[in-house]
């Protein structure tokens, strides 16, 4: 029994994971409509660039997010404004084609630069610190995970509600010739909407290399998971978005605990019935 | 004689294949308040859509305060100091009334209208700051456009039908409160359907019809029969 | 007074006809002139040129933009491995099995990811090939994660001599594609090509006019998905060798078609064709080149989608108003004749 209730919490602390995958993929599609297929390349993208800031500087890998997530967010910026923005408009596949061939171009950049051999980044001793809580030993990086997930997306609710620059958000999204009107340069605040999706991208990036090994391939997973976190918990709302990324972690860690090959392959049928059950997910955004 | 603040010249306009202006002239003098008049399509939106940068044209088309604007986007015109109230409010339905107002400011030019100045034009806005702006009434939305075009502190404001789908009550109000607007010395631009609402706040107008200007004059030395010909295309 | 008459074909497409039809008797005779390695290329070449046509039909026409149709490919193909092996089968029987199996599967697939629209649609297609690929991985008896080859007893059933098979397959890949090409021609001139066409231009239009579009749309997902599976059993029938990693891959059954379409040009039927032959072309110059040759095709790809959205064949269609298949109708004023 305590087994199962363990593989529960592990599931519910590897959510926040996901949830951090996914946070970033909501954003984007809350303020432009743009769904980035590169996403998971990009997460993978920040753990080679956390691999080579924590190798050339011999820091902790959290200390190279002082570098990591400015360098994303400023990757963001540019690609948004250089690329993204010409896709966008009232037909779908400009943007779909673009970050697919985005997606292709980062996969067979990063296996040139760090070739395809498996990568981690090294943590210390948080990596097997743990805390007895109940009876259950939980790993301190998971619990830390978590922490800064439900930060993010707090974090994020609270900029996308009660900022100016969240209201820019809001309003471009709303009507973007009317924010226009009103003195917001659309491609900038879509730059800048990217560079901060890209900067919780960053921290997503860095949590997964400390936590599993990466290659270059699996970017299109990490899309999946963060997709799957984002239409589970609804569109549109952050803290569904955390919701959904709890129960596909769940969904996987039990199970594996059934049979370890049935992970990831039960994550996908939990959402895939989510989908017939709630096709608008379990908690969707109330519309006005 | 000294530069008007807005004028156009030979000022055309398309959507895709589809011409909608034809060589409109205008001149617009600092201080002055313009009617716009005519009928459903003859190319008062588009216009409007011109002047305040939704539309991009050829550069020395559209000039504000000598300088081409033609061809600037939206935002760029609007931190000139050049606001628009679009036809049917369009206010940002996830944004709360005051949030709408607030983002109006967002150009951070400074001059009489406040929060607070506007909302001592428009009492009730006071009282409904923190609603969803969908939630207010008709008119109630027109003032929350109207406030928030007034945060840019604009020296030239577009009233872009301001009174379409409103009850005669609701207008009857908000043109009494224009005066309070265009007193501050702003110069404004009134375009309506409504032909007695706008030309009782004008001093000049124009008719717009299929795209080209019909008529334009001193509201005091234009006839009926004048704008009734100008307007339906009709010898009256 | 003449009258004008409006026709489909012009003298461009009376000629590709012609050109097209001593291409595929050449082709046809291709195992008595090609080598043994031109003739599997061609092969190749052939089977892309399928699934291009299918994923242009599915995202060009009818709007259906899927990053998953590796789930029927790879479904094609294990089903030839399971029905000839476990169901004693001969191959060519297998094969448009499998294709029935996969139109009778992607029935309530459409029902469920029909749900998500746009983009969303794309990413649900990619889980539903994901899933296909980790349930495969499961069957222990298809070799699971490692996967397994195709029996020589099966292989020989198709044909007793090695020449013999690999002109057999050469001839199923270049029939395939000319059925496929066939099949998207014909479909697209029928009432329900029209239909699609409509739905396509505007979908409120179309629903106006009474089109379902919910069952237009289910139609051709069911029929792409049954031919894909076809395609998917005739790729691995080439390979004699299935894994679920080779069989459901993102990148080879779909990001390779995709490029292709897009670069030849989405939305034409000739676009499929000129996009396989350009990805060949790149793909034999650059293969030396290893990933770099693939960073080439996504840039490409790219460029080609923000400055010349309707592909190559869009730019050459536009220049010289040229229509190889002809599916848009023409008037044209008829010369006044003396006479009857």
Not at chain 3, 66 to 94: D, E, N, R
């Amino acid at each position: 029994m305590i087994e199962w209730v363990n593989a529960v919490v592990q599931g519910i602390l590897l959510g926040g994971l996901y949830a951090l995958f996914a946070a970033g993929l909501s954003l984007i599609f809350g303020v432009m409509r743009l769904v980035n297929i590169a996403h998971g390349d990009l997460i993978i993208l920040a753990a080679y660039l956390g691999l080579t800031t924590t190798t050339m500087l011999g820091v902790h890998p959290f200390v190279a997010l002082l570098i990591v997530v400015p360098a994303m967010a400023g990757i963001g910026y540019v690609i948004q404004r250089g690329l993204l923005n010409q896709t966008l408009g009232p037909d779908i596949l400009p943007p779909l084609l673009v970050t697919f061939g985005l997606s292709v171009i980062l996969q067979n950049a990063l296996l040139e630069g760090y070739t395809a051999d498996p990568q981690k980044l090294s943590g210390g001793v948080i990596e097997t610190a743990s805390v007895n809580v109940g009876g259950m030993a939980l790993g301190v990086l998971p619990l830390l995970t978590f922490g800064i997930a439900v930060a993010v997306i707090a974090g994020l609710q609270w900029m996308f509600y009660s900022t100016a620059l969240g209201r820019g958000f809001r309003a471009v999204s709303d009507n973007q010739d009317i924010a226009q009107l009103m003195g917001l340069n659309k491609a900038h605040v879509f730059g800048l909407a990217m560079a901060l999706a890209l900067a919780v991208t960053a921290i997503a990036g860095i949590l997964l290399g400390i936590r599993t090994s990466f290659d270059p391939s699996i970017g299109g997973g990490r899309l999946i998971f963060g997709f799957e976190a984002v239409i589970i918990g609804g569109l549109g709302n952050l803290w569904g978005t955390l919701a959904g990324g709890v129960i596909l972690g769940v969904a996987q860690t039990i199970g594996a605990k059934i049979d370890p090959g049935w992970q990831v392959l039960a994550g996908h049928i939990a959402f895939l019935v989510v989908l017939a059950v709630r096709p608008n997910g379990l908690f969707p955004r109330v519309s006005h | 004689m000294p530069e008007p603040l807005l004028s156009l010249t030979a000022l055309d306009a398309h959507y895709g294949d589809f011409q909608a202006l034809f060589g409109v002239d205008m001149a617009i003098e600092e201080g002055e308040v313009i009617a716009i008049i005519g009928a459903n399509g003859a190319g008062k939106t588009t216009l409007m859509r011109s002047i305040s940068g939704l539309l991009t044209n050829a550069p020395e088309q559209i000039k504000y305060r000598g300088q081409a604007i033609g061809a600037l986007r939206a935002d760029q015109v609007a931190h000139l100091g050049l606001a628009l109230v679009p036809e049917g409010r369009q206010l940002f339905p996830s944004l709360s009334v005051e949030e709408n107002l607030l983002l109006g400011g967002k150009t951070g030019r400074t001059g009489p209208w406040s929060l607070q100045t506007v909302c001592d034009l428009f009492p009730i806005l006071q009282e409904r700051r923190a609603q969803a702006s969908t939630s207010l009434s008709g008119g109630q939305q027109q003032m929350v456009a109207i406030g928030r075009a007034l945060m840019s502190n604009p020296d030239l404001i577009l009233f872009d039908e301001i009174s379409l789908g409103l009850a005669p009550v609701i207008i009857k109000s908000i043109y009494e409160a224009l005066p309070g607007i265009i007193g501050q010395g702003t110069t404004a631009v009134i375009v309506e359907q409504d032909i007695s609402k706008a030309l009782s706040v004008s001093s000049r107008v124009y008719c717009l019809q299929e795209g080209r200007v019909s008529l334009t004059g001193r509201v005091e030395d234009i006839t009926r029969d004048q704008i009734t010909a100008a307007y339906f295309g009709v010898a009256a | 007074m003449s009258a004008p008459i409006v026709t489909r074909a012009t003298r461009a497409s009376r000629n590709a006809m012609v050109i097209g039809a001593v291409a595929l008797i050449i082709l046809a005779a291709a195992p008595w002139w090609a080598g043994r390695a031109d003739m599997r290329l061609m092969s190749e070449i052939f089977l892309y040129l399928s699934l291009a046509c299918l994923w242009n039909l599915m995202a060009g026409y009818a709007g259906l933009v899927s990053v998953g149709q590796q789930a029927f490919v790879g479904f094609g193909g294990y089903m030839l491995f399971a029905l000839t092996i476990w169901g004693g089968l001969h191959p060519l029987v297998a094969i448009p099995l499998g294709g029935v199996l996969a139109a009778i599967l992607s029935i309530p697939i459409a029902t469920l990811i029909f749900r998500l629209k746009g983009a969303y649609f794309a990413i649900g297609t990619w889980v539903v090939a994901e899933v296909f690929r980790l349930s495969f991985a499961q069957v222990g008896a298809l070799g699971g994660g490692s996967g397994s080859s195709l029996p020589v007893g099966i292989v020989k059933s198709l044909a007793a001599s090695r020449s013999g098979r690999e002109a057999l397959s050469y001839w199923l890949a270049l029939g395939s594609a000319v059925v496929i090409i066939g099949a998207v021609y014909l479909f697209l001139r029928s009432r329900r090509g029209l239909a699609l066409t409509a739905i396509r231009d505007s979908e409120v239009a179309a629903s106006g006019l009474g089109i379902d579009i919910w069952r237009t749309k289910l139609e051709v997902y069911v029929v792409t998905s049954a031919f894909t599976a076809v395609i998917g059993g005739l790729i691995f029938l080439q390979k004699l060798r299935i894994s679920p990693d080779a069989a459901f891959s993102v990148n080879d059954w779909t990001a390779f078609v995709i490029f292709i379409v897009v670069i030849g040009g989405i939305g034409t039927l000739e676009g499929p064709i000129i996009g396989t032959l350009l990805f060949f072309l790149l793909r034999e110059t650059l293969a030396d080149f290893g990933t770099i040759y693939l960073l080439v095709l996504g840039a490409v790809a790219i460029i080609v989608m923000l400055k010349a959205p309707k592909g190559v064949w869009g730019l050459v269609r536009d220049r010289f108003d040229l229509e190889l298949f002809p599916l848009s109708y023409r008037v044209r004023q008829q010369p006044n004749q003396k006479g009857p």
